[in-house]
């Protein structure tokens, strides 16, 4: 095909490079040919000559040349790519053929022909994808042709040539097809013929249908066939009378397939046929692809984000179709993923320990022949430590506080947490000489601690005041802030810790406007 481009520049810009992609879809005729070579790749020239039939999405860009120096490769643009598109359409021509059934009938021959064309890109359609039929018909020696199929009594001593042309659904001729017949008492040789379906096969798993279609000009039947194979190697293996439909159980390559036959006449000396040949290619049986892929962060926070990148491939180029994701949780039983939240916790996968991450993926290689088989590929998990979420939640009684007094804390935890601490932000006060304090918690901890808990500071007489929280006696008035951290044991070894800062406004103290008196003799 020749293919003619446009180019304009609004700066007026020279032409630097152009470029061309084409986008194939095999499967759009009938026994697809495979999925071309250069199929989403891009090109400097463009396609002229194809060899895979299909439909072709065809993408041309242009890039412009501001300025002929290659420090400024940067500003050479490439055009957008256009509103309309350009798509090709790869067939092939029909196949013209036809049988002759002559029957004797006195001193003639009835003549009888039956159309066997058809086009290998609709095969599966009732008309073999044929629309048109150009039948003629003459005598050996006669200079003109008769119009339609040849059919009806004929006397005997007579040769005849048949023609038939066949036209496509997409408007493309076949060849021609000419077949000499006789009513002539002389034996002619018979003519050897067969289709084969597919041309291309998978190996060893999968068969082609070969269809006999060999034929006498006489009308007489046919009484021996030869059929043999000649290897990639360039060695044969003779069949004799058998079809050979299990050409693909003898491994990848082209085989050519030969046919003779030979005629049983009511007169004159059997004949064989001139040898007819179909070369058979046996491609290999799709390859399984491969299940890959990262997850970040390792270990993941349950309620925080993380990222699983998939990197999966399929070795023969074949899309990926389908993923299944499967997780193991830490108590062994596996849970189908069919859509990744943003965490583990949004998943009801919060628990600490370990998952394992399983991923099993399905090609599709039916682009590059449809005989191909979908294939699932070998799981593949990766191992990751979860750790469940933390939080603490701190507060105070009171907001503002005066030099002296005592703070009662507070704070809420999620995440099984087994210790609260506070830090004050006094290095220490007239009591001790700490700034960190325990908290307790409001009820009685479990084991393992239970998710959610509430703590606070000791605070009454049967607990047993703390002193850590009495603000130190010479606090200059301000904002100052306590600092609360929550711990929690992790499945896999280890600590967790979550911290929460709130602040607190000390003002006064408690020894403001306090009066003391001396009581001594009087003299």
Do not use: C
């Amino acid at each position: 095909i020749e293919i003619k481009t446009y180019y304009n520049d609004p700066e007026n810009d020279p032409k630097y490079q152009e470029r061309w992609m084409y986008l194939h879809d095999p499967n759009y005729f009938e026994n697809s040919l495979g999925l071309a070579s250069f199929n989403g790749k891009y090109l400097d020239v463009p396609v002229t000559v194809f060899d895979k039939v299909g439909k072709y999405e065809v993408e041309y860009q242009a890039r412009d040349n501001p300025k002929d120096d290659d420090r400024f490769d940067n500003y050479r643009l490439w055009s957008y790519k256009p509103l309309s598109t350009m798509y090709i359409y790869v067939h092939r021509t029909p196949i013209a053929q036809f049988a002759v059934t002559m029957t004797p009938s006195g001193s003639n021959y009835i003549v009888s022909i039956t159309d066997q064309s058809y086009d290998l890109d609709h095969m599966s359609l009732p008309n073999k994808g044929i629309q048109a039929w150009e039948w003629k018909w003459k005598e050996v020696n006669e200079t003109t042709w008769h119009d339609g199929k040849m059919s009806g009594t004929f006397p005997v001593g007579k040769t005849y040539l048949v023609y038939l042309r066949v036209q496509d659904l997409e408007g493309a001729w076949s060849e021609p097809k000419v077949q000499t017949i006789t009513t002539q008492n002389i034996n002619l040789p018979p003519v050897a013929q067969f289709t084969v379906n597919p041309i291309v096969q998978v190996v060893n798993n999968k068969t082609i249908t070969i269809t006999d279609q060999s034929y006498d000009p006489n009308g007489d039947p046919i009484a021996e066939r030869q059929w043999r194979v000649q290897k990639p190697d360039g060695t044969w293996i003779n069949y004799g009378s058998t079809v050979p439909n299990n050409i693909p159980s003898l491994g990848i390559g082209t085989y050519t397939i030969e046919l003779k036959v030979r005629d049983n006449p009511r007169v004159g000396t059997p004949l064989w046929s001139e040898p007819y040949t179909q070369a058979v290619t046996i491609i290999p049986e799709n390859n399984k692809p491969v299940a890959r892929f990262t997850i970040s962060p390792n270990p993941v926070v349950a309620d925080e984000h993380f990222t699983i990148t998939d990197q999966s491939y399929d070795p023969d180029g074949d899309l990926i179709v389908a993923r299944e994701w499967k997780v193991q949780k830490p108590d062994g039983t596996w849970v189908t993923i069919n859509q990744w939240k943003p965490t583990f916790e949004e998943m009801g996968l919060g628990d600490d320990g370990t998952y394992k991450i399983q991923l099993r993926v399905l090609d599709d290689p039916t682009g590059r022949n449809p005989n191909l088989t979908p294939m699932w590929s070998d799981p593949y998990t990766v191992t990751v430590q979860v750790q469940g979420k933390l939080i603490v939640i701190g507060s105070s009684n009171k907001t503002t506080y005066k030099a002296g007094e005592a703070m009662i804390l507070y704070a809420r935890t999620e995440g099984k947490a087994y210790r609260v601490e506070a830090r004050m932000w006094y290095p220490k006060n007239e009591f001790t000489s700490s700034n960190v304090t325990t908290l307790v918690p409001d009820i009685p901890l479990t084991t393992p601690p239970q998710d959610v808990m509430t703590w606070h500071t000791k605070h009454t007489k049967d607990e047993g005041r703390d002193v850590v929280v009495i603000i130190p006696k010479n606090m200059p008035d301000g904002t100052y802030k306590i600092v609360f951290t929550a711990y929690k044991q992790l499945a896999g070894g280890g600590i967790k810790t979550a911290t929460d800062t709130i602040t607190v406004r000390v003002k006064g103290s408690i020894y403001d406007n306090s009066k003391s008196q001396i009581i001594g003799p009087k003299f």
